[in-house]
């Protein structure tokens, strides 16, 4: 399965409110990242947190990382039509030779109406 | 800044033809790797290369798959011979890996090509 799990796994708001998505994973981690993927494009990433970090801005987002409950929540505020994309958690794995390899969750549909 | 490039952005081929994907890496990366996303399995990593070495092809679905890295601005990935469930859209990342082992660099993701087998 999948190390990284987000939930949840549609989400449809009303612009100018927040958007909560969380992410799950297994095993420890270096660190984790979050990916948009607007639809017929590649994914561009957003923010990177890493393990011995608790919380991360960027903008009008926000990133928190709970490494005792192994799992991340990103926060989008006051959002906008233009935010409406599918959001991936991704994870690279502590330990070992990773050569910048992640995991990714199956991501959030996230929809927001005009 | 050009991003990652590949090519073709779309294929559409009939079952049996070999297809061959393109990828351009970011100029100065030096890790490599090939994703599939299809609605049922999400994306999955087929394979990945560091400094044109493959490092991991476990994720290559089975011996129809095979992947090349010449040098560092250029890879492929064939599929011979294609099979209509190996519809999908294909990406290609890169991103840098530093001085440490694991060092927290972003992937930089292509456009993909959208691969139809009929």
């Known amino acids: 399965s999948q190390q990284g799990e987000e939930d949840p796994q549609a989400l449809s708001i009303q612009e100018g409110e927040n958007a909560t998505m969380n992410c799950s994973y297994k095993?420890?981690?270096?660190?984790l990242q979050w990916y948009r993927q607007n639809s017929g494009r590649g994914l561009v990433h957003l923010i990177l947190?890493?393990?011995?970090?608790r919380e991360k801005h960027s903008g009008r987002l926000r990133v928190t990382l709970d490494t005792s409950k192994k799992s991340s929540s990103l926060l989008i505020t006051a959002s906008r039509a233009a935010d409406t994309a599918s959001y991936f958690c991704?994870?690279?794995?502590?330990?070992?030779?990773?050569?910048?390899?992640?995991?990714f969750g199956q991501g959030t549909i996230l929809t927001v109406h005009p | 800044d050009a991003g990652v490039i590949q090519s073709p952005r779309h294929e559409v081929t009939e079952m049996g033809q070999e297809v061959t994907l393109r990828c351009k890496p970011i100029?100065?990366?030096?890790?490599l790797f090939w994703y599939r996303q299809t609605m049922m399995r999400g994306l999955e990593l087929l394979i990945y290369f560091n400094n044109n070495v493959p490092i991991d092809d476990s994720g290559m679905p089975e011996d129809r798959f095979s992947a090349k890295m010449p040098n560092a601005s250029f890879s492929t990935l064939k599929i011979q011979p294609s099979e209509p469930r190996d519809s999908a859209v294909y990406f290609c990342a890169s991103s840098h890996r530093g001085q440490t082992v694991n060092s927290n660099q972003p992937q930089h993701f292509g456009d993909g090509t959208r691969l139809s087998i009929l």
């Open positions: 095993t420890s981690i270096n660190n």
């Open positions: 991704a994870t690279a794995n502590a330990g070992g030779t990773s050569y910048g390899k992640l995991t």
């Open positions: 100029s100065g990366h030096n890790s």
């Open positions: 947190i890493r393990s011995n970090e």
